[in-house]
């Protein structure tokens, strides 16, 4: 695999790894350089391809650059735990009577008028979710407590189920957590992995609670067996090259291993383990802080599209990123924050299929990394891929830099077999453009529903188009949304390991309180003052562990707020009128507000932040506009149904300032760039493309 640099300024080696589908992506910091690998993934055992990783880049450096590693990892695990149902065996232990909250849930239809529709099965079965005699009142009182017996007795069909993991969540237990501390403790001194209600969610609302706090526990057996497998990896990884360096343990600074959340920031492998809920959106997270920090250096609200090989992943950025503590993962509830992502089953290796009713489908399914499009030469069925080879929009030398070979002969002719029974398709190029069209359609209702659907104009907006496939489409997509601007970053193949190398550490905390808002009830002040005052003791507590402290930790209050008599919050920074901040919020939403009604707060929030070492992405000269000397060769490429001599670029290349006028292709190491006719292109300071759509008068 060949590397590719770009030079920034920094002094600490840090690897950033984003596990993917088809390829993983990896970027490191030596020298003061950020340097891109990717590497084919093994979805079997993810933590392989890390491995591999870690092998590859420790062949070419110098063991005195092994003294000390900072690993940060985005991580699909827990997604595809869920999706797939591959989690660990766990146990439900929860007040007598109300061992069906899982199934009962909240009733709510996923579609109103499907007949037929089924809801997912619960994680864990009835025959495994048992009942304890214990009662916390509403009012926090204590009804009945938990007798010895009753406990051991419990413990006792804990063991007789052969759990992996136990998920302890008793009714009222976010205002008196006493009852659950008492069995967690008896559970842990047996060795069991116990995730904890009040310690996962401490808010009301008992089915999301539950199911959240379930959702931790069947994936903490997995989760765990992945993450240590990784320590050891990195851990590996430094003592091999202080072995040949003559160094010793104590001399080196050792491995650390930190994990993406869902929310934009990075925690510790330990605290992952232990709370992999927090993790679900990983991998999507890290690309959505990237543009981020793209829309920072001055482009202003961006929709980031996140290509790669198995999904589309799309979000709203809008100076702070979005997020929500109510989202629904695989079906299922699950109340920690995580960012504002729209996911939809469109990537490069999404299969393409003729229906019964001869009409054509991409997708969800994926060809993955294994067996792959057919032009990598193991997959059988067409996919997005196969069709852009067909389409010449990739070239035959392939990807990577030329490591990583096409065969186009073997994809005409498996995508001339799949196309046998279609009706009305004459030639393997319409089937790929079939392909094509249909996969856009897909992601621009995607697109649709983070923007237009939520009252936003996406011509408003410029398109931060990365992931291996997402320059292929972007332009076709923002000419179809009326988006003015794609952008397409330094190493887009990568851009989801360049956020979680930026990533700062994070820590979200939350408790229910339900009380009247300020101003509106007597007492209210000194509750508020108490419940952040728990909040900040323990979120303190918690930085220490990941080595910040004082001034170093920068936290953030937040309260989620909602007229009284209504089911759903929005939440609000607790600095200043958040009263009047709160109505505003809520004109804004829902196009209505009453200040004259009564408002109360039901949680309070915490964030934690510990900065990170900085990454201070070089400015370049502006220099010349001629790009042809990053001109590689012409070849045929279908634009609208026609095919046409089309000039290709080499990215690495082009200089800030160059101007690539469409139709035209600029390929790089780890991504493709498709500039169509009456766009054009030009390399920024930062080294981004911006690609514009020429004006009409």
Same mark, same amino acid.
């Given at each position: 695999?060949?590397?590719?640099r770009?030079?920034v ?23 003061g350089?950020?340097?891109i ?18 092998? *590859? ?51 709510? @239809? ?16 009835? /025959? ?11 009012d ?48 842990? &001194? ?5 995730? %904890? ?34 320590e ?17 343990r ?7 291993? @930190? %994990? ?14 232990r ?29 980031s ?7 589309t ?66 997959? /059988? ?29 073997? !994809? ?7 196309? @046998? ?31 237009? /659907? ?24 923002? !000419?179809?949304?009326g ?21 700062? %550490? ?15 009830a ?29 001034? =170093? %930790? =920068? ?10 008599? *209504? ?47 900085p ?14 000397a ?14 046409? &001599? ?27 760039t ?24």
């Open positions: 695999m060949r590397f590719l770009s030079r300024e920094c002094a600490v080696m840090r690897v950033a790894i984003d596990t993917g589908g088809t390829f993983t992506d990896c970027l490191f910091l030596r020298d350089r950020v340097e690998l990717k590497i084919p993934s093994t979805p079997e055992n993810p933590a392989q391809a890390i491995a591999h990783a870690l092998e *590859q880049i420790r062949a070419r450096t110098s063991p005195a650059e092994w003294r000390e590693l900072d690993l940060l990892c985005g991580t699909t695990v827990g997604t595809n735990a869920l999706l797939e149902r591959r989690g660990g065996r766990a146990v439900l232990v929860t007040t007598a009577g109300f061992e069906d909250v899982l199934e009962i849930g909240r009733q709510a @239809r996923p579609r109103l008028y499907d007949f037929f529709v089924e809801r997912p099965e619960p994680l864990v079965p009835r /025959e495994r979710r048992l009942g304890l005699r214990e009662r916390v009142g509403a926090g009182t204590i009804v009945e407590r938990p007798a010895g017996a009753e406990i051991a007795r419990v413990v006792k069909r804990v063991r007789a189920a052969r759990a992996e993991s136990v998920a302890v969540c008793f009714l009222f237990s976010f205002l008196r957590p006493e009852h659950e501390r008492r069995l967690a403790r008896r559970l842990r &001194a047996e060795g069991y992995a116990v995730s %904890v209600s009040h310690e996962i969610l401490p808010e009301f609302r008992e089915y999301e609670r539950t199911s959240t706090t379930v959702v931790n526990a069947y994936l903490a057996p997995v989760m765990s067996r992945y993450l240590e497998e990784i050891r990896n990195a851990e590996g990884a430094v003592s091999a090259k202080s072995s040949r360096n003559g160094t010793t104590k001399q080196r600074g050792g491995a650390r291993v @930190r %994990v993406m959340q869902s929310n934009g920031g990075i925690l510790s492998a330990r605290v992952a383990a709370e992999p809920v927090r993790t679900i959106l990983s991998g999507p997270a890290g690309g959505a802080l990237a543009a981020k920090q793209i829309a920072d250096a001055g482009y202003g609200s961006v929709i599209f996140d290509m790669g090989g198995t999904s992943d799309v979000s709203l950025v809008e100076g702070a990123l979005r997020t929500t503590n109510e989202s629904i993962v695989a079906g299922l509830p699950v109340a920690v924050p995580m960012l504002e992502i729209h996911t939809v089953g469109a990537g490069g290796g999404s299969i393409a299929r003729f229906d019964r009713a001869g009409a054509l489908r991409v997708g969800p399914e994926s060809a993955g990394a294994d067996p792959g499009p057919i032009c990598y030469g193991r997959g /059988e069925l067409p996919t997005v891929t196969d069709a852009h080879l067909i389409l010449g929009r990739l070239g035959r030398e392939g990807l990577l830099g030329g490591d990583f070979r096409l065969d186009e002969g073997r !994809a005409r002719e498996y995508m001339r077999r799949a196309m @046998r029974d279609a009706r009305g398709m004459r030639s393997v190029e319409q089937f790929a453009q079939g392909i094509v069209d249909v996969v856009e359609a897909t992601m621009e209702k995607a697109i649709r529903v983070i923007s237009i /659907e939520r009252g936003r104009d996406p011509r408003d907006y410029a398109l931060v188009a990365f992931g291996g496939a997402g320059g292929l489409h972007a332009c076709s997509l923002a !000419a179809s949304l988006i003015p601007r794609v952008l397409a970053p330094k190493f887009p193949g990568a851009l989801s390991a360049l956020g979680i190398l930026r990533a700062d %550490v994070v820590k979200e905390l939350s408790h229910s309180v339900l009380t009247a808002a300020a101003g509106q007597a007492g209210t002040p000194h509750l508020l003052r108490s419940a952040f005052a728990r909040l900040e003791g323990d979120g303190s507590r918690e930085m220490r562990a990941e080595g910040f402290t004082g001034r =170093q %930790v =920068q936290i953030e209050r937040f309260f989620d707020m909602r007229y009284v008599g *209504q089911a759903y919050e929005l939440t609000i920074a607790a600095t200043g009128d958040y009263l009047k901040a709160f109505h505003a919020e809520h004109e804004r939403r829902y196009g209505y507000a009453d200040p004259a009604r009564a408002v109360e707060i039901v949680n309070v929030r915490a964030r934690f932040t510990g900065r990170t070492a990454l201070a992405w070089p400015r370049q000269r502006m220099g010349s506009a001629d790009a042809s990053a001109m590689l060769t012409r070849r045929r490429v279908a634009f609208g149904g026609k095919f046409r &001599a089309t000039p290709i670029y080499v990215r690495e290349k082009l200089r800030a300032g160059n101007r690539v006028a469409g139709p035209a292709i600029i390929a790089e190491y780890s991504a493709t498709v500039v169509p006719p009456g766009w054009n292109a030009r390399v920024d300071e930062y080294e981004n493309l911006a690609v514009n759509r020429e004006r009409k008068d």
